[in-house]
């Protein structure tokens, strides 16, 4: 054990970086062999489809019509993969493979982050946990939009830094773009991208004039980056599409009798209830954008009919955000999609541990603790109240816990580290 120590000791915080990134990609390759066919229409199939006939004279539509056009999800994930699928016609399960690139992504970007907030120790404790952690490999057999998206989230923080430390021109580009991308990905991350340049422009509010014109190039270059799919869309469907006409099925999904009143379901989403809004918003229209239209009114006209019940749904979306109420049921759907179950009973046991340790080193009161992880207490903070948030409006589903994993993450390797941060913006130094 003393020669391992020494052997690691001697390597360089590149060397250890890169070590745990290989052990990180190996294990997700060799789960993505663990992964079995979905046996339910999920997210997946349509990631798939859309890479596959990005090159063809049919992009972007209907799963069972080539003449319908579709918005359902962000484009990004599809791009990515395409040509892959383009040079593999017949791969459909193959394209898995590509996915634990993205978590090589997530692992180099917190031992980046986690350098850059504190010191190399905590570089190498966040990376390790982001390699180990089932939270942030499980999605990395499947194709679908979580893993890429948190690998954004992630790079977005180390981007914060370096402005927050240090407000540049190429910065806010990179972080515009970073945005985008991020956007594209996973449209609800619109809001928290919008959200943190606040913060941001708060936090260097001593130099505001100078914050207020980078973060407007933020984000400018960011709908540069989004300009194209909503261009695209502006032709294709009856009403207007921002992003994705997702969010119709999820509200009407969200809020139904099953969700607000039946003991097994409620604060939760069940394919009863998206099956009974599809029927009725495609009596309407065959238009993606007019379903989704109609089915959102569904959903919050439900929710305002039955507002006595919200604040119960609420605190069950929480419970089964958290793994409080019906694990099983969880565990079973995951199945569906194609995920092993022990793996969804790992994940669930590896989060309350995540818990229970961040609790603990929360409760430790360690000297000079207030200054760790400036300057992004304030992010930080955000991704946990985005993941809350998300859950109390949508639906407690497992994969919405990603921010709150990556906040939780940052917290643990820098209680765990033992130097001090390496500079603190003078807005974030204690008086």
């Known amino acids: 054990m003393n020669v391992l120590q020494r052997w690691w000791g001697a390597q360089s915080f590149r060397m250890r970086i890169a070590l745990i990134a290989t052990v990180g990609l190996l294990w997700r390759l060799y789960y993505v062999t663990l992964e079995q066919p979905y046996r339910i229409l999920t997210d997946e199939a349509w990631y798939v489809t859309q890479a596959h006939r990005l090159f063809s004279a049919h992009p972007f539509t209907s799963l069972f019509d080539y003449s319908v056009p579709t918005a359902q999800h962000g484009p ?217 239209s109609f089915m959102k009114t569904m959903g919050l006209d439900y929710a305002k009919a039955h507002a006595t019940r919200i604040p119960l749904v609420i605190a069950m979306r929480e419970a089964w955000l958290t793994g409080l109420y019906r694990p099983s049921y969880v565990v079973y759907m995951s199945a569906l999609g194609g995920q092993p179950r022990w793996a969804t009973w790992v994940q669930l046991v590896s989060f309350w541990l995540l818990g229970v340790v961040a609790l603990g080193l929360g409760l430790l009161k360690r000297r000079g603790g207030r200054g760790l992880l400036d300057p992004l207490r304030g992010p930080i903070v955000l991704y946990v109240v985005f993941t809350l948030v998300l859950a109390a409006i949508f639906v407690g589903h497992w994969r919405y816990r990603s921010t709150l994993d990556i906040a939780a993450v940052l917290f643990i390797a820098s209680r765990l580290a033992d130097s001090r941060p390496k500079a603190v913006l003078a807005v974030d130094q204690p008086v």
């Open 76 to 292: 990004m994930l599809s791009l990515l993969v395409s040509p892959v699928a383009w040079l593999f016609p017949d791969a459909t399960a193959g394209l898995r493979f590509l996915i634990p690139c993205f978590g090589v992504m997530t692992i180099v970007g917190f031992a980046v982050l986690g350098k850059q907030l504190i010191s190399d120790r905590c570089g190498v404790v966040a990376a390790c946990l982001a390699a180990l952690l089932p939270d942030f490999w499980i999605r990395d057999g499947l194709v679908v939009s979580e893993s890429l998206s948190v690998a954004l989230l992630v790079w977005l923080l180390v981007l914060l830094v370096s402005f927050l430390r240090g407000p540049r021109l190429r910065t806010a580009v990179l972080l515009g773009i970073v945005m985008g991308v991020l956007v594209l990905t996973r449209a609800e991350c619109a809001g928290l991208c919008v959200l943190l340049l606040a913060v941001v422009g708060w936090k260097l509010r001593s130099e505001l004039w100078s914050a207020a014109r980078l973060s407007a190039i933020a984000l400018v270059v960011s709908a540069v980056v989004v300009s194209p799919w909503v261009a695209f869309n502006a032709s294709r469907f009856q009403s207007s599409v921002l992003l994705t006409n997702n969010l119709g099925i999820t509200l009407a999904g969200a809020n139904c009798h099953a969700t607000y009143y039946d003991g097994r379901y409620i604060g939760y989403d069940t394919p009863q209830c998206w099956n009974e809004a599809q029927d009725k918003a495609r009596a309407i229209s065959s238009d993606e954008a007019v379903q989704s």
